[in-house]
């Protein structure tokens, strides 16, 4: 009985010694102690994955982690954005739970560091726990394709291509729950697919008609300027 006693009071202590640490980090926060702060949820976040117990102090510190280095601060505390740290440590959190918002979040970062074959993975898991935006987003990522973007802003060839088929699968999906604007995305794509000609017709039309005004407006500078 004395051995069981004791073991419940380290366990105890232990958990006070986590809260305690918690509720630290919390108040650096609250101060504006950015680096000491970022420092005491890393290692909140370290306790979390690695003891279940702790799992709720993990998951609260990963969040603030994920986003004071996505946005470059919260609430109090600052950091240089870093939207792939970012993506690590919601990658970390969602490893705990199951959080639509995050795994949303998490596919719009993975786009944005073009990290295409995950940020569809995420927005499908999104999707599959009815985050509308998602299914938005999987269908104009298949609209429009998808290429990488270098330095120099050159683009590369389609990393995905154009699938016009998947695109309208996946507004449908979201059309059939009554989504307004999925709807007006299927209907946008059945249009575009029987008026081909008619619509490629009006964006040269739009074409020359630019270059004719550039023409015009040149001109009567050039008249002015006599």
């Known amino acids: 009985i004395p051995f069981v006693r004791q073991t419940a009071t380290k366990e105890v202590e232990q958990t ?21 702060a970022i420092k005491a949820f890393n290692q909140i976040a370290d306790i979390g994955m690695m003891e ?9 510190a990963l ?20 939207r792939e740290l970012a993506a690590k440590y919601y990658e970390r959190y969602i490893k705990l739970v199951e959080d639509a918002n995050i795994l949303y979040k998490l596919g719009l970062l993975m ?8 940020a569809i993975t995420y927005l499908e898991k999104a999707a599959a726990l009815n ?13 429009k394709g998808l290429n990488r973007i270098d330095e120099n802003g050159m683009k590369s060839d389609f990393i995905v291509p154009i699938d016009i088929e998947k695109a309208k699968s996946w507004y449908q999906k979201l059309a059939d729950k009554g989504d307004d604007k999925a709807k007006a995305a299927v209907d946008r794509i059945e249009y575009n697919a029987t008026h081909a000609d008619s619509i490629e017709f009006e964006e040269v039309d739009k074409i020359y008609s630019r270059i004719s005004e550039n023409f015009a407006a040149l001109a009567e500078y050039t008249c002015l300027s006599r």
């Open 131 to 143: 985050v509308a935006q998602a299914y938005m987003r999987l269908g104009d990522i298949y609209e």
């Open 52 to 60: 279940p117990q702790y799992q709720h102090y993990g998951c609260e």
């Open 16 to 36: 006070n010694n986590v809260e305690k640490q918690y509720n630290k980090a919390k108040e650096l926060l609250e101060h504006g102690i950015s680096e000491e």
């Open 63 to 82: 969040k603030i982690l994920g986003e004071v280095y996505e946005t470059g601060k919260y609430e109090r505390i600052k950091a240089k954005v870093d």
């Open 111 to 118: 786009l944005d560091i073009q990290n295409f074959s995950k």
